[in-house]
């Protein structure tokens, strides 16, 4: 017999902690955020989170993401998650410093001195190409910051819109 989704997302949570935060104990992604299946195998997985809040208060609004107040990736608990925009989540994520831009992780190869050099490289007369070609990085992308598409100075502008 097969459990119902409810019986196994029950099993796979572990008790509330001192912060009250229901943590996943099932399989998890890198970044923490726990996952289950929806049904058989072909039917797929959701977030374990996002299923905690659409038991508890109904379906999320297309569009919508389910974010989390104590900043758990793995907290299950539903008094602890909102619906939000992508936007807000990402302002949330930024003004709380839960972010790795400028601190040289791993896949990224700039930061806002580089982009400060870059800046400074074109005004000598630098071709995009010569610049991308220092910063071993794509001549599309020396144009993205030279254009100021990509900037790397949320951090440093502070928190006035949190």
């Known amino acids: 017999m097969v459990k119902s989704i409810d019986k196994r997302f029950d099993a796979k949570c572990g008790p509330k ?8 104990k099932a399989t998890k992604m890198k970044t923490g955020y726990g996952f289950i299946r929806i049904g058989p195998a072909s039917a797929g997985h959701i977030l374990a989170h996002r299923y905690s809040y659409e038991r508890t208060y109904g379906p999320v609004p297309k569009g919508m993401v389910v ?13 602890h998650l909102r619906v939000g925009t992508h936007k807000e989540n990402t302002t949330d994520m930024v003004c709380k ?5 400028r601190v040289k ?9 580089d982009a400060k050099s870059i800046r400074l490289l074109r005004q000598q007369g630098f071709t995009q190409q010569k610049i991308a070609d220092q910063f ?8 993205l910051i030279l254009n100021g598409k990509i900037n790397y100075s949320v951090q440093e502008r502070g928190t006035q819109n949190c």
């Open 17 to 24: 902690t001192d912060s009250n935060c229901i943590e996943w």
């Open 67 to 79: 974010m989390h107040s104590c900043d758990n990736p793995s907290c299950v608990n539903p008094e």
């Open 97 to 101: 410093n839960r972010h790795g831009w």
């Open 105 to 113: 992780t791993p896949w990224q190869k700039l930061d806002s001195n």
């Open 136 to 143: 071993n990085v794509s001549r599309p992308l020396i144009s």
